[in-house]
């Protein structure tokens, strides 16, 4: 049997091209690719050239009304591997968000942040 590569997720988000440039800058991303999508709305998907996060915009987007962990199905957060988790952080911080949730264990050490449309993420290193 072969094994699976994650190859993408799609989030929901208010300003593509604002994530983006988020995207972009805190993790060294580039956009692959951006155009039309479903409903009249617009993707893009931003990543590496094997891995992304299709980033999608009907225009308008409805702020959700609970915790993604206390909802079935719901995106908890992204993970992301960088090289040097202190760069990263200091990215991060200079986009201004905030980070939080700072954690040390097997195999590696962590932080999160939320981005514009409180979707979280972990960035974590294995260094």
Known sequence: MTTGTLEHINITVSDID????MLERIFGWHVRWKGPSRANGTT??????SAYIALYSPGETDQPEQ???NTQGGLNHVGVI???LAAAE???LDAGFVTHSHQTYDPGSRF???DYDNVEYEVLSYA
């Open 90 to 92: 200091r990215r991060v």
């Open 18 to 21: 604002r994530t983006s440039r």
């Open 44 to 49: 893009a998907h931003v990543g590496t050239d």
């Open 82 to 84: 960088v090289d040097d």
């Open 112 to 114: 999160y942040f939320h």
């Open 67 to 69: 915790v993604s962990y």
